[in-house]
């Protein structure tokens, strides 16, 4: 199965913008590129995903490199809930596998007030 | 609506008894999956199901490990002779399907809270 790579932790003050990366230069063609969160006590909830193009939910932003070796969600303005643990994954339909997350340790995103 | 419940929301048990953990999926969603997740880690999927049938259950860690889903509804994890090891939390989520090759518009998966398992 394709990695990914995230850091372990970022910061972030309210009200600005956060960019979050992941790197996945092993990805394949038929590879989504998924982000999940997961705040404090609760469980991961889905954020957005994407193929090959840039994608804009009410949530965030995913930018995805045009050779989809890496991706970048965005926040585009931090508030105290946004603090979580974010995962990027990658799923891909073709495999039996694809049905299932799979999770790395994420990055801890903490936004300070 | 409702989300995903699981009960209970704790439980402490001592080395050897058995656990049953339970699952309640969103109304009519059809994929059904769980996954634990060790202090600090990210979570590590278990099983899932589509309707009754688990058609994964390759991340089960051993036979002490169980679940069911007998009416395609709510689904129960059952944990044999549990272990200090298996301390962690459960988490299960549902989606309304979970076919491959479809769009995955249909296959976010919405999450319950979890089931914090603390064997003594």
């Known amino acids: 199965d394709a990695k990914t790579t995230q850091p372990n932790s970022m910061e972030s003050n309210e009200e600005e913008p956060v960019h979050l990366p992941c790197n996945h230069s092993?990805?394949?063609?038929?590879?989504?590129i998924h982000w999940y969160r997961q705040l404090p006590s609760q469980g991961p909830e889905y954020v957005i995903h994407?193929?090959?193009s840039n994608v804009n939910n009410r949530m965030a932003s995913l930018a995805i490199a045009e050779d989809r070796k890496s991706s970048t969600l965005i926040l585009h303005r931090a508030t105290l809930r946004d603090a979580a643990v974010y995962y990027c994954?990658?799923?891909?339909?073709?495999?039996?596998?694809?049905?299932?997350?799979?999770f790395g340790e994420g990055t801890q995103l903490t936004v300070n007030p | 609506g409702a989300g995903v419940s699981q009960t209970p929301s704790n439980k402490v048990t001592e080395k050897g008894k058995y656990v049953e953990l339970r699952c309640d999926p969103i109304?009519?969603?059809?994929?059904l999956y769980w996954y634990r997740q060790s202090l600090g880690q990210g979570p590590e999927f278990l099983i899932y199901?589509?309707?009754?049938?688990?058609?994964?259950d390759s991340g089960l860690p051993n036979d002490r490990f169980f679940a069911v889903r007998p009416e395609g509804s709510v689904s129960t994890l059952k944990i044999q002779r549990t272990e200090r090891g298996d301390s962690a939390v459960y988490l299960c989520?549902?989606?309304?399907?979970?076919?491959?090759?479809?769009?995955?518009?249909?296959?976010?998966?919405?999450f319950g809270p979890g089931t914090r398992l603390t064997v003594l």
């Open positions: 989520a549902s989606s309304p399907r979970a076919g491959l090759a479809e769009s995955f518009s249909y296959n976010e998966q919405f």
């Open positions: 092993t990805i394949s063609g038929t590879d989504y």
């Open positions: 994407g193929l090959t």
């Open positions: 994954i990658l799923r891909d339909p073709l495999q039996t596998s694809g049905s299932r997350l799979t």
């Open positions: 109304s009519g969603h059809t994929a």
């Open positions: 199901f589509q309707g009754t049938g688990a058609a994964d």
